[in-house]
């Protein structure tokens, strides 16, 4: 993959991190329960620290950055999810947002593996590891939400 392929990765990391941004800071405007309203917005300012780190790859000249050139890890060949909507029944919400914070983990946890770079690769894996936390917390909410006790 061409360092080119790489930018443009990035570049659409970047617009996922601002869609899951908007999406989060809308939930949090939203939400009438407090602890809710917390965590979505603990996500979002998350999300803007993600975007931050990746818009600083973006200004490094292409041969600045390290990414192996000799394999095609298919960064881009994820299925697709539906857009995230405001007019969704909650539990459907967090599902799509989970299947999201999936995407990313593995966009990353792939150019950690394509980087040559050390710092670099550590960069993409703590960002994974970031993704990861965020799924694992909305995956404790969608059990809450979607599997209420009933006594």
Known sequence: ??????????????QAEV???N?????????KDA???SLFKELAEEEAKHKATLEGFLKKEPGKMHFSE?????????????????DLKPVDGIV???KKELEAM???????QAS???????????????????KSKLEDLYTSVAFPEAW
């Not at 999406?23 to 939400?31: L, S």
């Open 70 to 86: 000799t394999q095609d890890y298919k960064v881009g060949d994820s299925l697709p999810t539906p857009a995230l909507t405001l």
């Open 35 to 37: 602890a809710l309203k």
């Open 23 to 31: 999406y989060y800071t809308a939930v949090a405007g939203k939400a």
């Open 1 to 14: 993959m061409k360092q080119e392929q790489y930018k443009e990765i990035i570049s659409n990391a970047i």
């Open 116 to 134: 040559a770079d050390d710092a670099q690769k550590k960069l993409f894996q703590e960002l994974a590891t970031m993704e990861r936390g965020h």
């Open 106 to 112: 593995q966009m990353y946890t792939q150019l950690a």
């Open 96 to 98: 799509i947002a989970i």
């Open 19 to 21: 869609e899951a941004f």
